[in-house]
């Protein structure tokens, strides 16, 4: 069938006139990916807010999931504690996942390479355009890599409580870090001795070796949650309108199934269908649910934020930490059951923490995936196991009193995240149908890329800014036929 939508003259965002089909743009899930997305629509010269409806629906409507009652629920007012929570209610539930639970690394040594050069300059216009620093803490930062022992925590001793049963340690059973596959082999690190900046690690007692992984002008770090809430709002202002508690259940096909045509969604219990040109689909982890021949899975992760004494350095540290004998046992990875006794452990065990320092006074530590917990309904479901963010405690506090008896402990939370891609394109041969989800441990550092590509898949048919490689679903187009 031929497309008949009429043609327009209009006025573009940037003041042009031009000749322009209408289209009705959805974009599913209201992370990082999908609020870049937004951003960047908006941004694109062919976007006229006259002629291209844009409409983010998000499934949650409420960002308190995977996050405990007693934890801090508005970052906002931690960079800037004189002023009331600049929380948009309207905007509850956007960022309720990964994005706003992730520790906002961004660097050029990040992958895919395809992307993160353009996603690493598109965060430093950002900020400059936006004021970023203070808005959503941008900055610059060094990344090192440590190799520590962790004292015991006061009231373990490694004799061994009595009365417990001891758990024995597997000392070369690591529980990984998520950005492990950047690290040295920890024997491999050479320079003993850290920055004398670094001065909130405990480098008498704890470190056995340090090694400078990268430096400002390569890395650098955002707090995700302010950034995923400033790039809804400022797609907002030009046109975007955003729906959360909107659950998206099918993307509807033309007749011939050669179209997108509309998708169903669930709001206030109410099935509601939105005419749809063009449908992204950014859902995350949750992405496989709508599109099942994508190849995403999901493994939940905990974290935690701590208020420390005084503002530290701005170092993002990628541990390996030795735990020994009489420290409190790390929780398995499998371990379904929540657990409220503390066992110690028999032996040592090496754990990674990774732990970054950030501009509003707090540091932000993440351990490692577990797979106990399936992916749930949304992201306002998500569990969180309190004693996987204790053990994460017990370890930074370990080689840091910052961290540990002279912090304050304001989130314990948990996340899904989304490992297989990531894949940015169109999928199969369904015209407007264009997937970006799958961004693993580096969906924060390439998520503006991920926008602007995907405007221009959206407007200009195709992307231009950076080639897909190894990001184009048609990769895997065998899959979808
Ligand atoms: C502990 C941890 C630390 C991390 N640290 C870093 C880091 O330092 N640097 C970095 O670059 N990356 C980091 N990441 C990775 C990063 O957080 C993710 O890659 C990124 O947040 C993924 O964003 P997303 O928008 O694709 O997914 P999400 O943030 O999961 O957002 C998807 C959204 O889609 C919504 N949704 C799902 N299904 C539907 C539906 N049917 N209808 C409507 N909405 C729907 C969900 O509710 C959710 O809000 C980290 C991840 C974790 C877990």
């Avoid at 008498?204 to 340090?210: E, G, N, Q, S, V």
């Avoid at 996987?388 to 961290?403: A, M």
Wanted: a neutral charge.
């Amino acid at each position: 069938m031929l497309n008949l939508a009429p043609l327009r003259l209009l006025t573009t965002s940037r003041g042009r006139k031009m000749t322009s089909t209408p289209k009705d743009i959805t974009i599913i899930g209201g992370g990082i990916i999908g609020c870049c997305t937004a951003y960047f629509l908006t941004r694109h010269p062919s976007y006229s807010p006259e002629t291209h409806r844009i409409t983010l629906l998000e499934a949650s409507s409420s960002s308190a999931g995977g996050r405990t009652s007693e934890s801090i629920q508005d970052p906002a007012t931690l960079a800037d504690p004189t002023t009331a929570s600049k929380k948009n209610p309207a905007h509850d539930g956007i960022a309720g996942g990964a994005s706003g639970k992730a520790g906002g690394l961004l660097a050029l040594w990040a992958f895919p390479s395809e992307i993160v050069p353009l996603s690493f300059r598109l965060h430093a216009e950002l900020a400059k355009e936006h004021g970023g620093d203070k808005r959503w803490g941008y900055r610059r930062c060094y990344a090192s890599q440590i190799d520590c022992r962790a004292r015991l925590p006061p009231g373990f001793d490694n004799s061994l409580a009595v009365g417990t049963e001891p758990v024995r340690g597997k000392p070369e059973q690591r529980s990984k870090g998520l950005h492990k596959d950047h690290k040295t082999d920890i024997k491999a690190l050479q320079k003993l001795g850290a920055p004398e900046d670094l001065d909130w690690l405990d480098t008498d007692d704890a470190l056995a070796a340090y090694e400078e992984m990268s430096t400002p002008d390569k890395t650098a770090q955002v707090h995700p949650e302010l950034f995923t809430r400033s790039m809804a709002q400022l797609a907002e202002e030009q046109g975007v309108k955003i729906v959360t508690g909107a659950r998206v259940t099918t993307i509807n096909k033309t007749a011939d199934g050669k179209s997108v045509e509309s998708v169903t969604f669930i709001k206030d219990d109410k099935e509601e269908i939105l005419p749809t040109t063009d449908c992204i689909v950014a859902a995350g982890p949750w992405t496989t649910r709508l599109l099942p021949d994508v190849p995403i899975t999901a493994a939940r992760a905990h974290s935690v934020v701590i208020k420390t004494p005084r503002p530290v350095s701005a170092y993002a540290l990628f541990t390996s930490i030795m735990l020994p004998t009489g420290f409190p046992t790390p929780t398995p990875q499998d371990a379904r059951r929540k657990s409220t006794t503390i066992r110690p452990l028999i032996g040592q065990q090496i754990v990674e923490p990774e732990i970054y320092a950030r501009p509003d006074g707090t540091a932000y530590a993440c351990g490692p995936t577990d797979n106990a917990i399936e992916l749930p309904l949304t992201s306002a479901d998500v569990e969180v196991d309190t004693a996987r963010c204790d053990d994460i405690i017990y370890q930074v506090s370990g080689i840091s009193d910052e961290l540990g008896k002279d912090g304050q402990v304001l989130a314990k939370q948990a996340c899904y995240l989304p490992q297989g891609g990531p894949w940015i394109g169109k999928v199969d041969d369904t015209e407007g149908l264009v997937v970006a989800a799958g961004h693993t441990c580096w969906g924060i550092q390439n998520a503006p890329a991920t926008g602007k590509l995907v405007s221009e898949i959206v407007f200009d048919g195709k992307a231009k800014s950076a080639k897909l490689g190894s990001c184009d679903p048609a990769r895997m187009g065998a899959l979808w036929r």
